[in-house]
Nanobody, 121 residues
Framework: QVQLVESGGGLVQAGGSLRLSCAASGNIFRINAMGWYRQAPGKQRELVATVTSGGSTNYADSVKGRFTISRDNARSSVYLQMNSLKPEDTAVYYC???????????????WGQGTEVTVSS
């Protein structure tokens, strides 16, 4: 059974920092790309940042220079360091894995349950 488990969300004041973690489990062989998406109340889910297995990264314009995505392929984990947080960063943050290969099969995309981030002004 494949699982993506996020941690690290919480409440922080504007200007503060949080570090999100996501660990994939379930006898995983390979994950092509991992990333973070977020969904604020009343809004659509949007891309925050992605990282390929080779380390190439992509960021939403709104978080460039403030957020850093990183990955540990050996641990099938992805991290999001969020600095200089703003109230508009408040959302549920979801971990995503694209093209996941595990002993249980191939998954084109897989989502975690989400972790809530609240930034107070």
């Amino acid at each position: 059974q494949v699982q993506l488990v996020e941690s690290g969300g919480g409440l922080v004041q504007a200007g503060g920092s949080l570090r999100l973690s996501c660990a994939a489990s379930g006898n995983i062989f390979r994950i092509n790309a991992m990333g973070w998406y977020r969904q604020a109340p009343g809004k659509q889910r949007e891309l925050v940042a992605t990282v390929t297995s080779g380390g190439s990264t992509n960021y939403a314009d709104s978080v460039k220079g403030r957020f850093t995505i990183s990955r540990d392929n050996a641990r099938s984990s992805v991290y999001l360091q969020m600095n200089s947080l703003k109230p508009e960063d408040t959302a549920v943050y979801y971990c995503n894995a694209d093209h996941l290969f595990a002993s249980s099969g191939y998954y084109p995309t897989y989502w975690g349950q989400g972790t809530e981030v609240t930034v107070s002004s």
